[in-house]
């Protein structure tokens, strides 16, 4: 029998196995993945005027504005004022913005289907931007007959809810209707009194 033999065998803590396998994991794990490249600097900023000539082009979809509406759209953009006011005058010059146009029509549809008043139009166009010149020319196309015409059109319409109420109260209260949409005293009062008295009413004299 050989020294080899007669040494005795070392005591374990574990199973081998266990030990084994620890150090195989370790050896064999896979290295922390690098963190990924940034992209962000690799992509180039986008164009100013391409963004803004965008904004312009949805904003222009569908409907008509005026300058000083997407002139505020662009500020609210951040796009530079330079870059805005030039893209806001090839726009006027190629008829994509045209605020004559834009009182015309806005007149158009907010006159009889509305029923507003010359006075409260210009305070819609004022609101809108439009210049206090381009707004008198295109409101000084509006017809008074037709704009009389509106008012008795209220009148008749508003009369119907007003059955239960007296004659007084019911003058007061188209009256200030008609206030509201911009007409003066003198026509709200003449077109209320001759409605209330189409209708068999007296109302309330002015």
């Known amino acids: 029998m050989t020294l080899e033999e007669n040494r005795p065998a070392p005591d374990w803590a574990g199973d081998v196995s266990v030990g084994v396998d620890a150090w ?11 963190p990924p490249e940034d992209t962000k600097a ?17 904003q222009l979809t569908g409907q008509a504005r005026t300058r000083k509406e997407l002139a ?14 030039r893209l806001l005058d090839r726009f006027e010059e190629v008829g994509l913005i045209d605020d004559e ?9 907010r006159q009889p289907g509305k029923g507003l008043a010359t006075r409260a139009l ?4 004022r609101r ?4 206090d010149e381009i707004a008198r020319e295109a409101l000084a196309e509006i017809d008074p007959d037709d704009e009389e015409a509106a008012a008795r059109a209220l009148v008749r319409r508003k009369l119907r809810s007003l059955a239960r109420f ?3 109260v019911a003058t007061r209260r188209l009256v200030g209707m008609l ?4 007409y003066g005293s003198g026509l709200a009062f003449a077109v209320v009194r001759d409605e209330l008295a189409n209708a068999g009413r007296e109302g309330l004299d002015d």
């Open 24 to 34: 195989t994991r370790r050896a064999s794990a896979p290295t922390a993945a690098p």
């Open 42 to 58: 690799q992509v180039p900023e986008a164009d100013p005027e391409a963004v803004a000539r965008k904004i312009l082009l949805d």
């Open 72 to 85: 505020d759209k662009l500020a609210a953009k951040n796009v530079p004022t330079e870059i805005a006011t």
């Open 101 to 109: 146009a834009f009182a015309r029509a806005w007149i158009a549809s």
């Open 122 to 125: 210009a305070q819609e166009l």
């Open 128 to 131: 809108k931007g439009v210049d």
């Open 166 to 168: 007296d004659d007084t």
């Open 179 to 182: 206030a509201r949409k911009g």
